[in-house]
């Protein structure tokens, strides 16, 4: 019995030729550069921060802005252990914490009717607002 040998051929191709960096196309027609302005809006309980938040987009809505969020930011959690007793009883402790809940809201190419607006918004209290315009 005679059995027949395969032989393996390898395939050898050319290498491959760098590809060019292609620039950007330039447009003819002048870009408009966009306007923002980013509320961020702080609150210890979320109750009150939600209403206040509607309360901002209700106003935006009114004059007809292009509002993007509410965004909830991450909460930022501060928290304390504390020894219950003044001298001995190490082990009896107590536990805080605080928690500041967060939501972020952007309001593209903002209208002065709507800046004013936003500027006689009466908030309840324990509500911080940081406005930044982008």
């Not at 209403?51 to 930011?73: C, E, N, W, Y």
């Not at 001995?88 to 967060?102: I, S």
Request: hydrophobic share 40%; charged share 30%; proline share 7%.
């Amino acid at each position: 019995m005679a059995t027949a040998a395969k032989t393996k051929t390898k395939r050898v191709t050319a290498p491959k030729a760098p590809r060019a960096k292609v620039a950007p196309k330039k447009s003819a027609t002048p870009t408009l550069t966009e306007h923002k302005l980013r509320i961020r809006v702080r609150a210890y309980e979320h109750k009150i921060l939600d209403l206040s938040v509607k309360q901002i987009m209700d106003t935006a809505a009114r004059f007809d802005a292009v509002v993007v969020g509410p965004v909830p930011l991450p909460t930022e959690i501060k928290r304390w252990t504390v020894n219950r007793s003044t001298f001995v009883h190490k082990d009896a402790r107590e536990q805080f914490e605080m928690r500041v809940h967060k939501r972020l809201i952007d309001i593209m190419n903002p209208s002065p009717k709507v800046i004013e607006a936003l500027t006689n918004l009466n908030l309840p209290s324990g509500v911080t607002i940081d406005v930044k315009m982008v």
